[in-house]
């Protein structure tokens, strides 16, 4: 094997979980080593983590309609109604992944309810802030929206959760999802899902879903529980060490697609008394402030979400005022002097790469004169700041690889790069996509990835369909493709 970069082939001995020692090629004995594997000269690097996911999310889209093709409410009408027509009013249809923003046909509920019926129907936006839901599942989960069957942030996220909760996921369909992560290089993910996480994971690593390092969220509602425990960031929560305790999650805004990103220029086409013309204040901040110091107070770290850059500028200026350092989840909009201040106040930005590319047209309609200030990720990287790359999984696929290469290339689908002055170079998204940076120590542990390809010297094309070979955690093999 050789490292990223260079020539030289490596020999790496793992013993304990740990890499026990690295040197040139043939100078490891063979008594050192109780069983060989050859890598036959491939590129070598630490394993690869998905700093924001919603796992359980993951897992469901995989049994939800996909209505991320539909690019109009027609289209994903038309995909509905055929849906609806195989089922009876006693059961529920659940789809995920539409994307209303740029549709020049806006959602109505009562074309909603000619296409599905008597049948409960609950659409789930990409972006999951939003869904479209029918007469029939409105009166089932006793809400109620406006003549555009639309529910959005708190009411949507209320039903979403009950939504999951009634879900049938077995173990086998949480193992199968963490194997095709382990299959794209993915050593550890950090869970945002909003579930009782310190208590959920050691329980699906005692059923033997362990191709992953797990670290879990907590938030609001369950903040106290956490306290009460007496858990801290960075506790250990199972005995194989896979679990760690992580952040509270706070969400302070909404989203771009939605176009409930709190902001501080009004969203064009919106009326001047519109009540979310500028997006929303999802949580107060003097509530934020209160969770914060509540949070640090136990011991445990921050993690808030916050798109618009009026929600970014409150919430750096709230860690400013509690002297606390945390990560900023998604950072998508930014005025420019806020992007300097992320290093000076030990903030680091969790980011989507593949969001831009996702949004990119719907950010030039939303965010017009603003879009060189959009997911402004070499900005972030040159003022200083600590970049972890994420997927935000289901709102895109859990593949770092497709983050890598959009951080890098700005581009997707043969299109021009979109703003290719806030690209980053491949070894900087592959550090933010690692815990350990790209240099293999010996001592550290043997979380480790085989690809076929020098992520170095790959192409944008290369690196988003990027081959691995096999990945290893703690010194077992969760793929192995040689």
């Avoid at 740990?18 to 080593?33: D, H, K, T």
């Avoid at 599905?116 to 989960?141: K, Y």
């Avoid at 003549?147 to 942030?153: D, I, P, Q, W």
Wanted: glycine fraction near 8%.
């Amino acid at each position: 094997m050789r490292p990223p970069g260079s020539r030289q082939l490596q020999d790496l001995l793992v013993s304990g979980g740990g890499v026990a020692a690295i040197r040139p090629a043939g100078q490891l004995s063979g008594a050192e080593a109780q069983e060989s594997c050859d890598a036959e000269g491939r590129t070598v690097l630490p394993g690869l983590w998905d700093h924001h996911v919603h796992f359980t999310q993951w897992v469901i889209q995989q049994q939800r309609l996909d209505l991320s093709g539909a690019d109009s409410a027609d289209e994903t009408l038309r995909l509905v109604a055929s849906a609806a027509a195989q089922l009876s009013a006693s059961q529920r249809l659940t789809g995920f992944g539409f994307r209303d923003g740029l549709w020049h046909q806006p959602p109505t509920l009562a074309a909603l309810d000619a296409a599905t019926g008597e049948v409960p129907t609950v659409l789930v936006s990409a972006d999951l802030h939003c869904m479209w839901i029918n007469s029939a599942a409105q009166r089932q989960f006793g809400a109620a929206t406006d003549a555009t069957g639309l529910l959005r942030e708190t009411e949507s996220f209320a039903v979403l959760q009950r939504l999951d909760a009634a879900a049938e996921l077995t173990t086998a369909d949480y193992r199968r999802a963490a194997d095709v992560a382990a299959a794209r290089g993915v050593v550890g993910v950090v869970d945002f899902e909003n579930d009782d996480n310190t208590a959920l994971w050691p329980q699906r690593v005692a059923a033997g879903v362990d191709a992953l390092r797990v670290e879990v969220s907590t938030w609001p509602d369950t903040l106290e529980r956490v306290i009460d425990r007496g858990l801290k960031t960075g506790d250990g929560l199972d005995s194989q060490g896979l679990i760690t305790m992580g952040p509270l999650k706070v969400i302070v805004d909404g989203s771009l697609n939605t176009r409930t990103a709190w902001c501080w220029d009004p969203y064009p086409g919106l009326a001047a008394d519109h009540p979310h013309r500028c997006g929303v204040e999802a949580v107060p901040i003097e509530e934020l402030t209160r969770l914060l110091q509540r949070a640090n107070g136990a011991g445990i770290g921050a993690a808030v979400h916050a798109i618009g850059d009026r929600a970014n500028t409150e919430v750096i200026d709230t860690f400013a005022a509690l002297g606390m350092t945390g990560r900023v989840e998604h950072a998508q909009l930014l005025r420019v002097e806020d992007v300097a201040r992320f290093a000076p106040l030990g903030l680091e930005a969790s980011v989507q790469p593949e969001h831009a590319m996702d949004d990119r047209d719907v950010a030039d309609a939303y965010w017009p004169g603003r879009t060189d200030r959009a997911f402004a990720l070499r900005s972030l990287h040159e003022s200083g700041a600590r970049l972890r790359l994420g997927s935000d999984a289901p709102v895109s696929a859990l593949d770092p690889w497709a983050q890598i290469a959009a951080a890098v290339t700005r581009s997707r689908d043969g299109r021009a790069p979109w703003h290719p002055e806030q690209s980053i170079d491949v070894a900087t998204a592959l550090r933010a996509s690692t815990r350990a940076g790209l240099d293999l120590r010996e001592g550290g542990p043997a979380d480790l990835i085989l690809v076929d390809a020098d992520p170095l010297t790959a192409t944008g094309e290369q690196l988003r369909s990027m081959e691995v070979a096999a990945t290893m955690l703690a010194g077992r093999f969760t793929h192995w493709k040689l």
